[in-house]
């Protein structure tokens, strides 16, 4: 266990390794009720969601989701969000938890008149079932059929008599769900799926290996209130066709082609880098190291890093300078593993 965000979160459970080889082959259940959630009702809420988020959310139909950012006005990423259309009117916002209180603010003063905010975090559960065999565990803890969800969807449901947002946004790469429930029945959602459903529990170690190795940006590492995001977005996160808090800041840095890119780099060995290290090019350092870690699915060492504009090209060969060890790393495209099932029905 380990203390994150006032939460006591769970690490490891069986061993990151194992975690990580179920996740990919059979079936995880990861405990994210820690994760924050924001509830926007009322006709003026649309248009403050797309003066607030970088994604153009007016064409999101019910039951549809979108990958994003808060700005600051000087473009400082505030925290990636996902956004959920649940009714012509109703919008919920997923959040992080080390940021949901300084989201929740800004949030808050930047709200229309007219627009219901609330956060709903405290009375809100959340389980992330992922991997293969996601849907089958689902379906055999609470005894039900689930509705087809396609990749970025989401519905509203009911199991064991409790109200269910379901979603297939994901985190690792593989198919599976995201459950938001009551908080009050978090216990025994979590016993159903590890004792009837058979999944196995993991932790935010596992977490945070599927992650890299889908590239996948963790906040605190690639994304910060100190840089935009426009060296870690891909283009679909950021629509500069339209206007949003900060969209001035990210077009000048994208116009004038300054700021660094976020590469993946593939190691040789095991051995991992971390946050932090340097990266060189021969004897110039050329950027820094945002996550590093052993890869299970491929049996190597890969790192993310945000590097200068001219070594940010496949193949590239560069140098990481981690506890005086120099390793070799090579410019990769990512996502590092492309076995992932997560756009699976």
């Not at 549809?64 to 990636?80: C, F, I, S, V, W």
């Not at 800041?249 to 880098?273: C, F, M, T, W, Y």
Request: aromatic fraction near 8%.
């Amino acid at each position: 266990m380990a203390p994150f965000a006032g939460w006591d979160m769970p690490i490891q459970y069986a061993g990151i390794l194992k975690e990580h080889e179920q996740t990919r082959k059979a079936v995880s259940v990861f405990d994210t009720c820690h994760m924050g959630e924001f509830e926007f009702v009322g006709p003026e809420a649309l248009h403050a969601l797309e003066t607030l988020l970088t994604q153009r959310i007016e064409t999101l139909r019910i039951g549809q989701a979108r990958y994003g950012y808060l700005l600051k006005e000087d473009g400082g990423t505030l925290d990636d969000v996902i956004c959920f259309r649940l009714d012509v009117e109703r919008w919920l916002l997923v959040v992080n938890a080390g940021t949901r209180v300084k989201d929740a603010e800004w949030v808050r003063a930047h709200l229309p008149k007219g627009v219901l905010f609330r956060d709903l975090s405290d009375h809100t559960g959340k389980l992330d079932v992922q991997g293969p065999d996601a849907r089958k565990a689902v379906e055999t803890a609470f005894q039900c059929r689930l509705p087809d969800l396609n990749y970025f969807h989401c519905c509203e449901i009911e199991l064991a008599g409790a109200p269910v947002l379901i979603s297939r946004t994901g985190y690792t790469g593989e198919f599976g769900y995201e459950l938001y429930f009551p908080a009050d029945r978090a216990g025994e959602f979590w016993d159903r799926l590890t004792q009837a459903g058979g999944a196995l529990p993991a932790g935010l170690g596992a977490r945070d290996t599927l992650r890299l190795e889908m590239g996948y940006p963790l906040y605190g590492h690639e994304l910060s209130g100190e840089t935009t995001p426009a060296g870690v977005a891909r283009k679909p996160f950021l629509d500069l066709a339209k206007p949003f808090i900060g969209r001035e800041a990210v077009l000048r840095e994208i116009q004038s082609g300054s700021g660094n890119r976020l590469v993946g780099l593939k190691l040789p060995g095991r051995r991992s880098s971390r946050a932090a290290d340097s990266v060189f090019q021969g004897e110039k350092q050329v950027g820094t190291v945002t996550s590093g870690s052993f890869a299970p699915s491929l049996g190597c060492a890969v790192a993310l890093a945000s590097v200068q504009p001219l070594v940010a090209t496949d193949g590239t060969e560069l140098t990481i300078s981690s506890a005086g060890v120099q390793t070799s790393a090579r410019v990769v495209s990512l996502p590092f593993y492309a076995g992932g099932t997560a756009r699976r029905t």
